[in-house]
């Protein structure tokens, strides 16, 4: 995210270096510079809010501020859910362990790696597919699962909560 202070100079006053400085919700985000920019590398939900900016005289004898933007950052993909399919799984069944998110439908062209872990180990690294299967299950694969989602860019990372799931032995 780029924003700029714009500000028009008197032309006879063409040798006046100017200063900016950043605001959210009146708290400064970059404090005086040369620059009229202001980036945000990597935009996050704590970026939303009302920004204005201040431009200063280098003598700081004449300071002007902005009125405010309000700036509103969406989720580009809801925390992950784990979710295994049957919900009571037996022995030697096929359990089908999914990580459910949903995607933001403007950003809908962007690829999601997916990730599973069993008590903190990993035991499917990153993939396209949101679903992890284990074929014939067996009273070693209980555990607390939980699944990690990530852009392929890796900007932006979320862990789901951790669902317990106990293979139940075969009589």
């Given at each position: 995210?780029?924003?700029?202070?714009?500000?028009?100079?008197?032309?006879?006053?063409?040798?006046?270096?100017?200063?900016?400085?950043?605001?959210?919700?009146?708290?400064?985000?970059?404090?005086?510079?040369?620059?009229?920019?202001?980036?945000?590398?990597?935009s996050q939900l704590e970026d939303s809010?009302?920004?204005?900016?201040?431009?200063?005289?280098?003598?700081?004898?004449?300071?002007?501020m902005s009125d405010g933007l309000y700036?509103?950052?969406?989720?580009?993909?809801?925390?992950?859910?784990?979710?295994?399919?049957?919900?009571?799984?037996?022995?030697?069944?096929?359990?089908?362990?999914?990580?459910?998110?949903?995607?933001?439908?403007?950003?809908?062209?962007?690829?999601?790696?997916?990730?599973?872990?069993?008590?903190?180990?990993?035991?499917?690294?990153?993939?396209?597919?949101?679903?992890?299967?284990?074929?014939?299950?067996?009273?070693?694969?209980?555990?607390?699962?939980?699944?990690?989602?990530?852009?392929?860019?890796?900007?932006?990372?979320?862990?789901?909560?951790?669902?317990?799931?106990?293979?139940?032995?075969?009589?």
């Open positions: 995210m780029t924003m700029r202070c714009d500000t028009r100079l008197d032309p006879l006053r063409g040798g006046t270096e100017l200063h900016f400085a950043f605001y959210r919700d009146g708290r400064t985000v970059r404090g005086y510079n040369v620059s009229d920019t202001y980036r945000v590398r990597s809010g009302n920004y204005t900016c201040e431009v200063r005289t280098a003598s700081d004898t004449v300071r002007k700036i509103q950052i969406y989720e580009l993909f809801s925390p992950p859910e784990i979710k295994v399919t049957p919900s009571r799984v037996i022995e030697g069944d096929e359990m089908t362990v999914r990580c459910d998110t949903r995607l933001d439908p403007l950003r809908g062209g962007t690829e999601l790696h997916f990730a599973f872990y069993r008590d903190g180990r990993t035991v499917r690294g990153y993939n396209v597919s949101d679903t992890y299967r284990v074929r014939s299950s067996q009273l070693e694969d209980s555990g607390n699962y939980t699944c990690e989602v990530r852009t392929v860019s890796d900007t932006v990372r979320k862990m789901s909560d951790g669902l317990y799931i106990q293979i139940t032995q075969k009589h």
